[in-house]
């Protein structure tokens, strides 16, 4: 067993690290799980990045407040080509990066490398991404930030964006694997869920397709589920359908 302590990405560093080992022979199989609870120094954290406590999670949304906690896990099985059990989804590939600019901050040509790198690994074109599970922590600084980089690398009316942080609140080390669940879901049903606390988005995320107000149904091919740390660590991973 492998632990990693990668702050909110460690679910996608998990992720690249089950497809490094399976690829490399080093297991037939990996489970890559992440879990987090609050605890009172991460309580007190969050309660010092904002002028006040918030009382809803609104990711991208323009009158944001801040990030309120979650607790949770997920767990994801990655196995091989020659396995012959169910499989939910294909897990292409990660792109990783730690700029380390900040402690809090993140840096969009942080964000931007990890996204690149991601594409990079996978031989895709973001032009083929159908679905982006947005890390969406309804902060200050995260929000512009996401949606700046997401607009420097997808196309005029590109994916579709949705983000569960509304909803379920900021799983932190868990947060990775809580929007894989989702974006997993997305491309077997072609049902994407809006984003719980989004009325009136954010001028950053002006020309980006947030999914807002109700449930979309769609066809759905491929799927960029990002993850960003405190300290510029930084997941973005991309699974296709079945």
Same mark, same amino acid.
């Given at each position: 067993?492998?632990?990693?302590?990668?702050?909110?990405?460690?679910?996608?560093?998990?992720?690249?690290?089950?497809?490094?080992?399976?690829?490399?022979?080093?297991?037939?199989?990996?489970?890559?799980?992440?879990?987090?609870?609050?605890?009172?120094?991460?309580?007190?954290?969050?309660?010092?990045?904002?002028?006040?406590?918030?009382?809803?999670?609104? &990711?991208?949304?323009? +009158?944001?407040? $801040?990030? =309120?906690?979650?607790?949770?896990?997920? %767990? !994801? #099985?990655?196995?091989? /080509?020659?396995?012959?059990?169910?499989?939910?989804?294909?897990?292409?590939?990660?792109?990783?990066?730690?700029?380390?600019?900040?402690?809090?901050?993140?840096?969009?040509?942080?964000?931007?490398?990890?996204?690149?790198?991601?594409?990079?690994?996978?031989?895709?074109?973001?032009?083929?991404?159908?679905?982006?599970?947005?890390?969406?922590?309804?902060?200050?600084?995260?929000?512009?930030?996401?949606?700046?980089?997401?607009?420097?690398?997808?196309?005029?009316?590109? &994916?579709?964006?949705? +983000?569960?942080? $509304?909803? =379920?609140?900021?799983?932190?080390?868990? %947060? !990775? #694997?809580?929007?894989? /669940?989702?974006?997993?879901?997305?491309?077997?049903?072609?049902?994407?869920?809006?984003?719980?606390?989004?009325?009136?988005?954010?001028?950053?995320?002006?020309?980006?397709?947030?999914?807002?107000?109700?449930?979309?149904?769609?066809?759905?091919?491929?799927?960029?589920?990002?993850?960003?740390?405190?300290?510029?660590?930084?997941?973005?991973?991309?699974?296709?359908?079945?």
């Amino acid at each position: 067993m492998l632990t990693l302590a990668n702050a909110c990405s460690a679910g996608g560093h998990a992720l690249a690290l089950a497809q490094d080992m399976v690829e490399a022979g080093d297991a037939d199989a990996v489970v890559a799980a992440a879990a987090d609870t609050m605890t009172t120094s991460m309580l007190a954290m969050i309660g010092r990045v904002a002028d006040k406590p918030t009382d809803r999670v609104r &990711p991208f949304d323009v +009158a944001r407040t $801040g990030v =309120l906690l979650g607790e949770g896990a997920g %767990a !994801a #099985l990655v196995v091989g /080509d020659d396995w012959d059990g169910p499989v939910v989804g294909r897990l292409l590939g990660t792109g990783l990066s730690c700029d380390a600019s900040h402690e809090t901050a993140p840096d969009p040509d942080g964000i931007a490398r990890a996204m690149a790198d991601a594409y990079e690994r996978t031989g895709r074109d973001p032009g083929e991404v159908d679905l982006v599970l947005a890390h969406g922590t309804g902060t200050a600084l995260n929000d512009p930030a996401e949606s700046a980089t997401l607009r420097r690398f997808l196309p005029p009316g590109g &994916p579709l964006i949705t +983000a569960v942080k $509304g909803a =379920l609140g900021h799983m932190s080390g868990a %947060a !990775a #694997l809580a929007s894989l /669940d989702v974006a997993l879901r997305s491309l077997e049903t072609g049902m994407v869920p809006a984003i719980a606390g989004l009325r009136t988005p954010l001028p950053e995320g002006e020309g980006l397709r947030f999914v807002r107000g109700a449930p979309v149904s769609t066809s759905l091919a491929l799927a960029q589920v990002n993850a960003f740390g405190f300290g510029g660590v930084n997941a973005v991973t991309l699974v296709a359908s079945r």
